[in-house]
Every structure is written in structure tokens, then in C-alpha cells.
């Protein structure tokens, strides 16, 4: 069973930056897709950012330009790395991890975001 723990969220205002932390545990790490979703409230939860084991990264359009995603494969553990936040950021941030081995999705419990002057 996979095990996914968040650290990061909180309070920010317009302009600022943010980084949200994933780390997971409880399976190999070779062969997965991790990232983040989020969902503001009265929304449908999407994409935000992910990033499989080889490094390669998909970034939604709306982050482009001011989110990184990456990883660090030794530390099991996921990062986003969030600048020139803006109001509309604000949501709850989901950390989501796929492995192929066992073709199975897990999700962190979540972390607020909230982007306010």
C-alpha cells in the first residue's frame, strides 16, 4: 500500500511563491507518475503538473511559465515548485501517484492552497 505525505500550502499573496512537497513510501519507486491536481471550490478537480520516472514532465497550460514540477527519486519524494501565484490558484492541491507495476492510482489527503492579499 502506498503511502503519499504532503507538507507545504498555506497562505500567500498575489505575486508570491509556494512549494508543496510529496513524498511517498510503501513501494518502489521505478516506473511510476507522480504530480498534483488540485480543486477550487464548485470545480471539478484537474491537472496541474506531473512527472514520470525518467523526468519528463507535462505542465497544464494555465501553470505553464510559473510552476515547476520535479523530483528527487532517492528521497522518494515529489515537488512543485510554485511562482507568481495568483488568486485563481487558490484550491486544494492533490498529490497523485500512478505505478505501472501494479497499474494502481493513489492520492494524498491534500493541502490548501489559499492565494489572498
Known amino acids: 500500500q502506498v503511502q503519499l505525505a504532503e507538507s507545504g500550502g498555506g497562505l500567500v499573496q498575489p505575486g508570491g511563491s509556494q512549494r508543496l512537497s510529496c513524498a511517498a513510501s510503501g513501494s518502489s519507486f521505478s516506473m511510476t507518475v507522480m504530480g498534483w491536481y488540485r480543486q477550487a471550490p464548485g470545480k471539478q478537480r484537474e491537472l496541474v503538473a506531473i512527472i514520470n520516472s525518467d523526468g519528463v514532465t507535462n505542465h497544464a497550460d494555465s501553470v505553464k511559465g510559473r510552476f515547476s514540477i520535479s523530483r528527487d527519486n532517492a528521497k522518494n519524494t515529489v515537488y512543485l515548485q510554485m511562482n507568481s501565484l495568483k488568486p485563481e490558484d487558490t484550491a486544494v492541491y492533490y498529490c497523485?501517484?500512478?505505478?505501472?507495476?501494479?497499474?494502481?492510482?493513489?492520492w494524498g489527503q491534500g493541502t490548501q492552497v489559499t492565494v489572498s492579499s
Open positions: 497523485y501517484y500512478y505505478t505501472r507495476v501494479l497499474s494502481a492510482t493513489y
